[in-house]
């Protein structure tokens, strides 16, 4: 009996999305990456592809590089600082996360240091590092010579380790200190704040121009501490804040009145913190909407 395109292609479409995810930085363009990739699937005839899970990914990461270069054309006029969709991982959704390098391999620091790279470079980093292919498989994928897809993947690693060193805390100690941010935070312990805080801290806050937020970056932990009270001032009672596992670490759930207004997530240095990365662009929250709305 043979499979129907879609019952084989379910199969797969986890791997895919996670595959998407890591090249574009965007959820829904993620999802929409996939569903391109279905339907290539299944108008093809599947008695010539030797590999289905091959050829997909070779179809998947070939879809990414042409929405890439038209990505990085809108993210010029983006208004303020751009942040890579935030997803909860808590739920499978971007696979097992057991290891220190597999949270680390979606966190949004690491999105964020991929946008640094060329979308080949991205994409020789992203197959070889999150699902371990060989360069000759490689090779194959983005029909590039082996030696050249070796050069890309160390040019990759060297502009990525060449960026600020990045140290997360063991999984327990950072929900220790996601924790202790949570209680002075609603407790308005502005000296339980100060001790969280690196001096050199960085908040960023990505609104897209459709919320009102920062649109530069907020340098320092005094102004970071008057950002966060005007914060708090302009939203009161109404806005609550609940931790949640945000790509591989422990984050926050920013809600006013129920509704979602934004995702924090946290980067360390010396059990401090030293950049935190809101997303409150409501386009950007649709999925883990979608996600915090299942069972």
């Given amino acids: ?11 797969h479409r986890p791997r895919l999305f996670g595959l ?9 363009e993620a999802e929409d990456t996939v569903q391109d990739a279905y339907l290539r699937f299944s108008g093809a005839d599947r008695a010539q592809i030797e ?3 091959a050829w997909l990914a070779k179809v998947v990461t070939n879809l990414c590089l042409s929405r890439l270069t038209s990505a990085r054309a809108r993210r010029e006029t983006y208004v303020g600082p751009w942040l890579p969709e935030p997803v909860v991982t808590s739920d499978g959704t971007l696979g097992p996360l057991e290891s220190a390098e597999q949270r680390d391999a979606v966190s ?3 999105l964020v240091l991929l946008e640094r790279l060329t979308p080949t470079e991205r994409a020789v980093y992203v197959l070889r590092e999150a699902f371990g292919y060989g360069h000759r498989d490689i090779a194959e994928v983005l029909e590039l010579g082996e030696a050249n897809c070796r050069q890309l993947y160390r040019r990759a690693v060297r502009r990525i380790e060449a960026a600020e060193s990045r140290f997360a805390p063991a999984p327990e100690r950072q929900r220790e200190l996601v924790a202790s941010f949570l209680s002075a935070a609603r407790e308005g312990d502005l000296a339980g704040l100060e001790r969280l805080l690196a001096e050199d801290v960085v908040w960023w806050s990505d ?3 459709k919320i009102s937020t920062a649109r530069r970056p907020v340098l320092g932990r005094e102004k970071v501490l008057r950002f966060l009270f005007g914060l708090a001032q302009k939203y009161g009672a109404a806005m609550e804040l609940a931790e949640a596992e945000i790509n591989g670490t422990p984050g926050l759930l920013i809600r006013v009145d129920g509704g979602l207004l934004g995702v ?3 980067e360390y ?3 401090r913190i030293v950049h935190a990365r809101t997303v409150m662009n409501p386009e950007k929250l649709d999925f883990v909407r979608r996600q915090l709305g299942r069972p």
């Fill in 20 to 28: 998407a995810y890591r090249m574009l930085g965007s959820a829904h």
């Fill in 108 to 110: 949004l620091a690491l």
């Fill in 207 to 209: 609104g897209g121009g």
């Fill in 51 to 53: 590999q289905v899970g």
């Fill in 1 to 11: 009996m043979t499979t129907a395109p879609a019952d084989e292609f379910e199969a």
């Fill in 269 to 271: 240095r010396d059990d």
């Fill in 264 to 266: 924090v997530a946290f």
